[in-house]
């Protein structure tokens, strides 16, 4: 059975109300650094794996790619994007990203944002993307760091007035299941060391690309008082890797 929190009631609207839901990808702290590292768009076929709102399929056509496909395993953010979407270019598929099945050499590009660490075998995930993409093709995603994925917890250590002391890393070296928290809400994710991701993607047959571990924008930094707690340690993992 594949997690699906977000079309619990509770979950989708809380979801609904963070900032990249709201303002899309520029609430993404991240965002800055992810659309530096993707490739050349225009005329591309691209697929999205955990599309949610649809925020990267709308932005790939905005940049002219040839057509999105968009999967996502929650049908309530896909009721949502496709209310989103204006655009017959981009259509939209209700299904886990684990039991994709695209043709071979299908895509230019295949893009991922936030969604790998709920997904149990990067591994063969990694198999099924090269697959589909076409040689040349680019494979673009970001992932929680393994450093914020490490422990079950994933918060702060907080001295007795509530102010912050430190991140905590341990059990890194472990890879496997951690329940978690999101949201106010349980949930399973999936941690997984830097060199697992790069080597996973190595062994597929990728070449990589490039790596980042993103801090936020300086727009960010001075609009959002508690983002410069971000430059305290890594939130996210960003790869991009060729075929």
Not at 216 to 226: H, K, N, T
Request: glycine share 6%.
């Amino acid at each position: 059975m594949r997690q699906n929190k977000y079309d619990d009631v509770n979950f989708f609207s809380t979801y609904g109300k963070m900032l990249r839901s709201v303002k899309g990808l520029e609430g993404a702290g991240e965002w800055h650094i992810f659309k530096e590292m993707l490739p050349e768009l225009q005329n591309k076929t691209v697929l999205d794996l955990g599309c949610g709102f649809g925020w990267h399929c709308r932005y790939a056509r905005e940049q002219q790619a040839s057509s999105v496909i968009g999967v996502d395993i929650s049908a309530k953010m896909l009721q949502k994007a496709r209310e989103m979407t204006d655009d017959s270019a981009i259509s939209y598929m209700n299904m886990p990203i684990e039991d994709i099945n695209f043709s071979a050499s299908q895509f230019d590009v295949v893009i991922s944002s936030l969604a790998f660490h709920y997904i149990q075998s990067f591994e063969a995930l990694c198999s099924k993307v090269y697959a589909c993409l076409k040689p040349g093709g680019s494979f673009v995603f970001s992932v929680e760091h393994p450093i914020f994925t490490s422990q079950d917890e994933q918060d702060w250590y907080y001295d007795d007035q509530g102010n912050l002391l430190h991140w905590p890393v341990d059990r890194y070296q472990f890879e496997g299941q951690r329940n978690t928290t999101f949201l106010n809400e349980n949930v399973i994710k999936y941690h997984r060391t830097i060199s697992t991701y790069m080597n996973d993607l190595i062994h597929a047959g990728f070449t990589l690309r490039e790596v980042q571990e993103p801090v936020p924008s300086e727009e960010m930094l001075r609009s959002i008082p508690d983002m410069k707690d971000e430059l305290r340690r890594p939130m996210f993992l960003i790869i991009s890797a060729d075929k």
